[in-house]
């Protein structure tokens, strides 16, 4: 648990020093338009509670994504085709569950909420992923859509000691859709 809050930590403050060197309200640069990073996690309640006042939240998932975006099919005011490969700590369905990015502002965490409590982040091995999608969003309106299609790896144990085809006779390939649509007022 340690290791993962130090790395989204390290993740963050790499960032803010990027950008406070900018200057002008500490906005990066954008050197590479076409790539995007995000850490997105998701929270849960620990233990049961009738409501969520005065709860405590602990990490039920976080995810570690990167995007490519192409210059293909670009509709509204920005997103298009991109391929994304991401690193899911957690349950993969809950890590996949972050909402997507809706907006040309750099996103490093984008917070949400579960209502029932379940496991630890470090119940699960990290598990990879890969695959295509497409984005796009409406400033004005605060539409927005992605949908995903792509692969978990699910099975992998770094510390087994399997090698070669062993460990792809291990691993298992689950296919992955999802598409979500939000609004923001």
């Known amino acids: ?5 130090g790395f989204m930590v390290g993740g963050l403050w790499a960032a803010a020093c990027g950008a406070a060197t900018v200057g002008e309200g500490l906005q990066p640069e954008d050197h590479w338009p076409q790539w995007q990073l995000r850490i997105s996690t998701v929270t849960q ?3 049961w509670s009738a409501s969520l006042e005065g709860a405590r939240l602990g990490l039920g998932a976080a995810s570690v994504s990167g995007d490519r975006y192409f210059d293909l099919g670009r509709v509204g005011d920005g997103g298009g085709l991109r391929a994304t490969g991401a690193l899911l700590f957690g ?3 809950q890590a996949l ?5 809706s907006g040309e502002a750099p996103v490093l965490a984008r917070p ?3 209502a029932t409590p379940g496991t630890s982040v470090m119940d699960h091995a990290p598990t990879p992923y890969l695959g295509m999608g497409y984005t796009a969003w409406w400033a004005r309106s605060g ?13 992998l144990r770094p510390a ?3 090698q070669g085809s062993d460990l792809l006779d291990r691993m298992q390939l689950t296919p992955v859709m999802q598409v979500q649509l939000s609004y923001r007022f």
Do not use: C, F, Y
């Open 112 to 114: 949400s909420l579960l």
């Open 97 to 101: 569950s972050a909402p997507a990015p």
């Open 45 to 47: 309640p620990i233990g």
């Open 91 to 93: 349950t993969p369905s």
């Open 160 to 162: 087994t000691g399997l």
């Open 143 to 155: 539409l927005s859509l992605s949908a995903d299609l792509g692969l978990l790896a699910q099975g």
């Open 1 to 5: 648990m340690r290791k993962v809050l």
